[in-house]
């Protein structure tokens, strides 16, 4: 069964940089490390090196065991995505620094013809009424 994660460009995660806020990239997906800097085997230094870009080789050359990979999953808080067109809308993530490509349905033109047209088909029927009446 699929599960839902959150999507993050490699622009956003390039942002998380520092030792207080540390996020790396390994094979398309996206770590929160911070809390594990001071555990890290190979110092911190590594694991900030590692940030703003994907670190799969620098990863795969360290030659990591099965435990450090399984531990990995703990920190797993997403995966990076390159182009929208892959995203399915409805699970779309909106963030206030990228722009909504959504639009309102009352901005559509076809909303607005069905409408228009009952009310053009009921002042014409009343006008029909009322000059008859006459």
Known sequence: MPTLTRLYSMQEAAKH????????VIDGKVY?????????PGGDDVLISATGRDS??????????K???ELMKDYCIGEIHESRAN???????FTKE???N?????????FWAFPA??????VIAAAVFYTRRK
Do not use: Q
Not at 56 to 61: G, L, N, W
Not at 87 to 93: D, Y
């Open 32 to 40: 929160d490390v911070t809390k594990y800097l001071d555990d890290h």
């Open 98 to 100: 990228e722009p909504s």
């Open 67 to 69: 435990t450090a990979r």
């Open 102 to 110: 959504y639009t309102s349905m009352f901005n559509h033109p076809t």
């Open 56 to 65: 799969v080789e620098d990863f795969e050359d360290a030659g990591h065991s």
């Open 117 to 122: 047209a009952i009310l053009a088909l009921s």
């Open 17 to 24: 940089t520092t030792r207080e806020d540390c996020w790396v």
């Open 87 to 93: 995203v399915i809308p409805e699970l779309e993530i």
